[in-house]
Antibody
Framework: EVQLVESGGGLVKPGGSLRLSCAAS????????MNWLRQAPGKGLEWVSS????????YYADSVKGRFTISRDNANSSLYLQMNSLRAEDTAVYYC???????????WGQGTLVTVSS | QSALTQPASVSGSPGQSITISCTGT?????????VSWYQQHPGKAPKLMIY???NRPSGVSNRFSGSKSGNTASLTISGLQAEDEADYYC???????????FGGGTKLTVL
Protein backbone atom coordinates (compact mmCIF):
# COMPACT_ATOMS: atom_id res chain seq x y z
CA GLU A 1 0.00 0.00 0.00
CA VAL A 2 1.34 3.41 -1.00
CA GLN A 3 1.75 5.69 2.01
CA LEU A 4 3.01 9.26 2.23
CA VAL A 5 3.37 10.83 5.66
CA GLU A 6 4.26 14.51 6.02
CA SER A 7 5.73 16.09 9.11
CA GLY A 8 7.42 19.31 10.18
CA GLY A 9 4.57 21.78 9.99
CA GLY A 10 3.81 24.27 12.72
CA LEU A 11 3.62 27.92 13.72
CA VAL A 12 6.45 30.17 12.56
CA LYS A 13 6.96 33.93 12.55
CA PRO A 14 7.19 35.90 9.30
CA GLY A 15 10.73 35.68 7.96
CA GLY A 16 11.30 32.36 9.70
CA SER A 17 12.16 28.95 8.32
CA LEU A 18 10.67 25.50 8.43
CA ARG A 19 11.62 22.14 6.93
CA LEU A 20 8.90 19.74 5.87
CA SER A 21 9.53 16.02 5.47
CA CYS A 22 7.59 13.31 3.68
CA ALA A 23 8.23 9.64 4.40
CA ALA A 24 7.21 7.36 1.53
CA SER A 25 6.52 3.64 1.58
CA UNK A 26 4.79 0.96 -0.46
CA UNK A 27 6.40 1.81 -3.80
CA UNK A 28 9.81 2.26 -5.40
CA UNK A 29 10.37 5.86 -4.33
CA UNK A 30 13.48 6.32 -6.45
CA UNK A 31 11.48 5.73 -9.65
CA UNK A 32 8.99 8.55 -9.26
CA UNK A 33 8.87 12.30 -9.61
CA MET A 34 7.51 13.77 -6.37
CA ASN A 35 5.51 16.93 -5.82
CA TRP A 36 4.70 19.40 -3.06
CA LEU A 37 1.33 21.13 -3.30
CA ARG A 38 -0.46 23.40 -0.85
CA GLN A 39 -3.90 24.65 0.05
CA ALA A 40 -4.45 27.88 1.95
CA PRO A 41 -7.33 27.81 4.47
CA GLY A 42 -10.62 27.79 2.58
CA LYS A 43 -8.85 28.13 -0.76
CA GLY A 44 -7.94 25.97 -3.74
CA LEU A 45 -4.95 23.83 -4.58
CA GLU A 46 -1.60 25.17 -5.76
CA TRP A 47 1.49 23.41 -7.10
CA VAL A 48 4.55 24.41 -5.06
CA SER A 49 7.46 22.36 -6.32
CA SER A 50 8.41 19.19 -8.17
CA UNK A 51 11.57 17.04 -8.28
CA UNK A 52 12.29 14.25 -10.74
CA UNK A 53 13.39 10.81 -9.65
CA UNK A 54 17.10 11.45 -10.10
CA UNK A 55 16.90 15.16 -9.17
CA UNK A 56 17.66 16.17 -12.75
CA UNK A 57 14.56 18.35 -13.04
CA UNK A 58 13.48 20.66 -10.23
CA TYR A 59 10.69 23.20 -10.60
CA TYR A 60 9.15 25.85 -8.36
CA ALA A 61 6.08 28.02 -8.45
CA ASP A 62 6.95 31.68 -9.00
CA SER A 63 5.43 32.44 -5.60
CA VAL A 64 8.12 30.41 -3.78
CA LYS A 65 11.10 30.60 -6.14
CA GLY A 66 14.25 31.67 -4.34
CA ARG A 67 12.75 30.95 -0.91
CA PHE A 68 11.87 27.24 -0.98
CA THR A 69 14.16 24.32 -1.79
CA ILE A 70 12.94 20.83 -2.63
CA SER A 71 15.18 17.80 -2.13
CA ARG A 72 14.97 14.04 -1.81
CA ASP A 73 16.84 11.11 -0.27
CA ASN A 74 16.15 8.07 -2.42
CA ALA A 75 18.06 5.77 -0.07
CA ASN A 76 15.63 6.63 2.71
CA SER A 77 12.50 7.19 0.57
CA SER A 78 12.12 10.72 1.83
CA LEU A 79 11.11 14.03 0.31
CA TYR A 80 11.85 17.42 1.82
CA LEU A 81 10.84 21.05 1.45
CA GLN A 82 13.05 23.67 3.04
CA MET A 83 11.06 26.88 3.42
CA ASN A 84 12.88 30.13 4.19
CA SER A 85 11.77 33.76 4.43
CA LEU A 86 8.24 32.63 5.16
CA ARG A 87 5.36 35.02 4.60
CA ALA A 88 1.80 35.13 5.87
CA GLU A 89 0.60 34.06 2.42
CA ASP A 90 2.55 30.80 2.77
CA THR A 91 0.07 29.71 5.44
CA ALA A 92 -1.46 26.50 4.11
CA VAL A 93 -1.73 22.76 4.41
CA TYR A 94 1.22 21.32 2.53
CA TYR A 95 0.78 18.00 0.76
CA CYS A 96 3.41 15.60 -0.48
CA UNK A 97 2.22 13.71 -3.57
CA UNK A 98 3.50 11.09 -5.99
CA UNK A 99 3.52 12.16 -9.62
CA UNK A 100 1.67 9.80 -11.94
CA UNK A 101 3.76 10.70 -14.94
CA UNK A 102 0.92 12.50 -16.69
CA UNK A 103 0.91 15.87 -14.92
CA UNK A 104 -1.26 14.58 -12.11
CA UNK A 105 -0.66 13.30 -8.59
CA UNK A 106 -2.00 9.85 -7.91
CA UNK A 107 -1.20 9.47 -4.21
CA TRP A 108 -1.26 12.20 -1.56
CA GLY A 109 -0.22 12.41 2.06
CA GLN A 110 -2.58 13.65 4.76
CA GLY A 111 -0.95 17.07 4.75
CA THR A 112 0.85 19.16 7.33
CA LEU A 113 -0.29 22.65 8.39
CA VAL A 114 2.11 25.56 8.19
CA THR A 115 0.99 28.76 9.88
CA VAL A 116 3.01 31.94 9.40
CA SER A 117 1.98 34.52 11.94
CA SER A 118 3.49 36.87 14.48
CA GLN B 1 -7.66 34.28 -9.50
CA SER B 2 -7.17 30.70 -10.70
CA ALA B 3 -5.76 29.92 -14.12
CA LEU B 4 -8.63 27.54 -14.91
CA THR B 5 -12.28 28.54 -14.46
CA GLN B 6 -14.76 26.28 -12.70
CA PRO B 7 -18.28 27.03 -11.45
CA ALA B 8 -18.26 27.72 -7.72
CA SER B 9 -21.03 25.24 -7.04
CA VAL B 10 -23.26 22.63 -8.63
CA SER B 11 -25.98 20.47 -7.17
CA GLY B 12 -28.04 17.45 -8.02
CA SER B 13 -30.35 14.89 -6.52
CA PRO B 14 -29.41 11.29 -5.83
CA GLY B 15 -29.45 9.23 -9.00
CA GLN B 16 -29.12 12.23 -11.29
CA SER B 17 -26.10 13.18 -13.40
CA ILE B 18 -24.14 16.39 -13.10
CA THR B 19 -21.33 17.94 -15.11
CA ILE B 20 -18.61 20.25 -13.86
CA SER B 21 -16.81 22.38 -16.43
CA CYS B 22 -13.22 23.57 -16.42
CA THR B 23 -12.32 26.29 -18.90
CA GLY B 24 -8.79 27.23 -19.83
CA THR B 25 -6.97 28.28 -22.97
CA UNK B 26 -5.04 26.74 -25.83
CA UNK B 27 -1.93 27.00 -23.64
CA UNK B 28 -3.32 24.51 -21.15
CA UNK B 29 -6.62 22.60 -21.36
CA UNK B 30 -7.13 23.09 -25.08
CA UNK B 31 -3.62 22.28 -26.18
CA UNK B 32 -2.74 19.11 -24.28
CA UNK B 33 -4.18 15.82 -23.08
CA UNK B 34 -2.98 16.37 -19.50
CA VAL B 35 -6.20 17.33 -17.73
CA SER B 36 -6.95 15.72 -14.39
CA TRP B 37 -9.72 15.91 -11.80
CA TYR B 38 -9.54 15.58 -8.01
CA GLN B 39 -12.20 14.98 -5.38
CA GLN B 40 -11.67 16.42 -1.91
CA HIS B 41 -13.86 15.78 1.11
CA PRO B 42 -13.67 18.27 4.01
CA GLY B 43 -10.50 17.88 6.03
CA LYS B 44 -9.14 15.20 3.71
CA ALA B 45 -6.44 15.05 1.07
CA PRO B 46 -7.43 15.29 -2.59
CA LYS B 47 -8.04 12.04 -4.47
CA LEU B 48 -7.26 11.62 -8.15
CA MET B 49 -10.45 10.73 -10.06
CA ILE B 50 -9.52 11.32 -13.71
CA TYR B 51 -6.18 11.74 -15.50
CA UNK B 52 -5.28 12.46 -19.12
CA UNK B 53 -8.75 13.92 -19.77
CA UNK B 54 -10.75 10.70 -19.52
CA ASN B 55 -8.80 7.94 -17.79
CA ARG B 56 -9.86 6.57 -14.42
CA PRO B 57 -7.29 5.30 -11.93
CA SER B 58 -7.82 1.81 -10.63
CA GLY B 59 -10.53 1.76 -7.96
CA VAL B 60 -12.40 4.86 -9.11
CA SER B 61 -16.06 4.22 -9.88
CA ASN B 62 -17.10 4.20 -13.53
CA ARG B 63 -19.81 6.70 -12.55
CA PHE B 64 -17.05 9.28 -12.98
CA SER B 65 -16.09 10.23 -16.53
CA GLY B 66 -14.08 12.99 -18.16
CA SER B 67 -14.07 14.65 -21.55
CA LYS B 68 -12.76 17.69 -23.35
CA SER B 69 -13.95 19.96 -26.14
CA GLY B 70 -11.78 22.83 -27.24
CA ASN B 71 -10.55 24.76 -24.21
CA THR B 72 -13.12 23.26 -21.84
CA ALA B 73 -12.80 20.00 -19.95
CA SER B 74 -15.72 18.37 -18.15
CA LEU B 75 -16.22 15.94 -15.31
CA THR B 76 -19.51 14.04 -15.34
CA ILE B 77 -20.80 12.11 -12.36
CA SER B 78 -23.71 9.82 -13.10
CA GLY B 79 -26.00 8.13 -10.59
CA LEU B 80 -25.22 10.73 -7.93
CA GLN B 81 -24.71 9.37 -4.44
CA ALA B 82 -24.54 11.13 -1.09
CA GLU B 83 -20.83 10.32 -0.76
CA ASP B 84 -20.10 12.24 -3.97
CA GLU B 85 -20.73 15.49 -2.09
CA ALA B 86 -17.29 17.11 -2.04
CA ASP B 87 -15.11 19.75 -3.68
CA TYR B 88 -13.81 18.97 -7.16
CA TYR B 89 -10.72 20.50 -8.73
CA CYS B 90 -9.48 20.34 -12.29
CA UNK B 91 -5.81 20.62 -13.17
CA UNK B 92 -3.86 20.87 -16.39
CA UNK B 93 -0.40 21.00 -17.83
CA UNK B 94 0.39 24.49 -19.08
CA UNK B 95 3.00 25.68 -21.52
CA UNK B 96 3.29 28.93 -19.57
CA UNK B 97 4.77 27.38 -16.46
CA UNK B 98 7.02 24.54 -15.40
CA UNK B 99 4.29 23.36 -13.04
CA UNK B 100 0.63 22.61 -13.63
CA UNK B 101 -2.33 24.87 -12.95
CA PHE B 102 -5.55 24.29 -11.02
CA GLY B 103 -9.09 25.50 -11.23
CA GLY B 104 -10.62 27.28 -8.28
CA GLY B 105 -12.71 24.27 -7.31
CA THR B 106 -16.41 23.39 -7.46
CA LYS B 107 -18.51 22.45 -4.46
CA LEU B 108 -20.90 19.63 -5.31
CA THR B 109 -24.01 19.40 -3.15
CA VAL B 110 -26.16 16.28 -3.29
CA LEU B 111 -29.66 17.44 -2.43
Amino acid sequence: EVQLVESGGGLVKPGGSLRLSCAASGFTFSSYTMNWLRQAPGKGLEWVSSISSSRTYIYYADSVKGRFTISRDNANSSLYLQMNSLRAEDTAVYYCARDSGSWSSDYWGQGTLVTVSS
Amino acid sequence: QSALTQPASVSGSPGQSITISCTGTSSDVGGYKYVSWYQQHPGKAPKLMIYEVSNRPSGVSNRFSGSKSGNTASLTISGLQAEDEADYYCSSYTSRSTLGVFGGGTKLTVL
